[in-house]
């Protein structure tokens, strides 16, 4: 009897699967796949991608060259693999969608009849329609030089409030992000009222040599930060789920590290921060580590760092966890000689955890990788990190050329070498690895 029902369903479905399969594909079929896999970079204003994919004719103009970027997976961007380690914000497109798209585009991208109302894509769905609760920005615009040159610039943006608050969400925000490469920022608490939060230049331009001296006025504003993360293209919200977050102190000030592409026009840039409150404090703070160059077990690294030229080489760098930990995310950063990055932890019981497997490393592509689920790593475990870096005349991104020795200077300008993977964690509790971060 459960047989024939099962059959009966399964006969039903196949049914439905094939009625849907032959159905001529027409925009309103895949408006919401494109919308919300390719809307998000690919907007009118402030997008990070050189054109909008937003609207009907959006598509239709660009349809042929839609197709070949889907074909061959080079959008939605997506650099992990996903058998290795797959994550909450993996935007590729399942192979259904794929076929839908390709046989849309193939039937000549008709518009379709019954128009769909406009979708807006959503850019931090887990906190879709809330306005954020405080926006940490520069106050004036900072000119991106139109000159051809990549530089990175340093701005402090102080803040003070009557109370501490828990940070929920974390937002990059920038008028204009097509100009800005990646940016790293951190929250530093400077509850010392003596200490002129203004004080010093409002930004330091790095670009054309590094100056020590300008450098140093930051440093009270970076050496003990409570908090930092980081922006690439495509990134969103940075989310913490029910009781997890982080405090942000009522006095303090926030150092953007923002990297500027190269620009043929002058271009204006503010860059800020948008932050998401929560009602109560966290009850489960949540910590960044930062493992390998720049880092913890910077020296530990096997062997030493010194990347030499017209070669092929990897380093690795084992950490020990000293305390049960649930992870959120984690988030590997090298430079344009890395070509593969891989990281799993191995606890005291010899059982191997996956965290990441980066297989073909794209300096231009980086995120920070949100867990599906949160991930115990147990105490004494060891963390794995291996880089795999490519510094021969054969790696397109080499910034030299001929090929050179290079190494980690620790002034993290992007022709050094960084093997880095940051966590974000918090201490383990039970049961946390049913808490969902999708
Ligand atoms: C994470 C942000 C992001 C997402 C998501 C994204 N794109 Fe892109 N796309 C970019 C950026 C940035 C570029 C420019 C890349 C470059 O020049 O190397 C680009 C370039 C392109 C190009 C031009 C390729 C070329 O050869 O010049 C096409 C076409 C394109 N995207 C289509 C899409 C489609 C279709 C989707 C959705 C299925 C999508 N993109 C999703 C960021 C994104």
Known sequence: MKSTLLYLLGLILLATLTVQQTHAQTYQDVKQILISKCAVCHKSTDGEAPFPLETYQDFKKRSKMVKEVIQTSFMPPWMPNPHYQDFANNRQLSSTEKEMIIKWIDSGAPEGKNKVKRQVAASAPLLTDRKPDLTLKIDKPFIVKGNNKERFVLFRVPFEMLEENTIEGVEFYSNNKKVVHHVNYMFTSIPDISMDLKAGD???????????????QYEPYQTNPIFYTGWVPGASVEYYPQDFGWTLPKRGVVVFTVHYSATATDEQSVVGVNLYFKKKPAKRQVRIISLGSGGIGERDIYPRFVIPPNQVSTFSLKIRTPEDQSLLYVWPHMHYLGKDFLAFAVTAQNDTIPLIHIPNWNFEWQEMYRMKKLVKIPAGSTINIVGTYD??????????????QVYSTGNMTAKDEMLTFLLIYA????????????
């Open 202 to 216: 409002p930004y330091i331009d790095n670009a054309e040599e590094t100056d020590l001296k300008k450098l140093m």
């Open 391 to 404: 510094n021969t005349a054969n790696n397109p991104q080499n910034p030299n050329s001929p090929p050179k």
């Open 427 to 438: 201490p383990y509790q039970e049961g946390d690895e049913n808490v969902s971060l999708e």
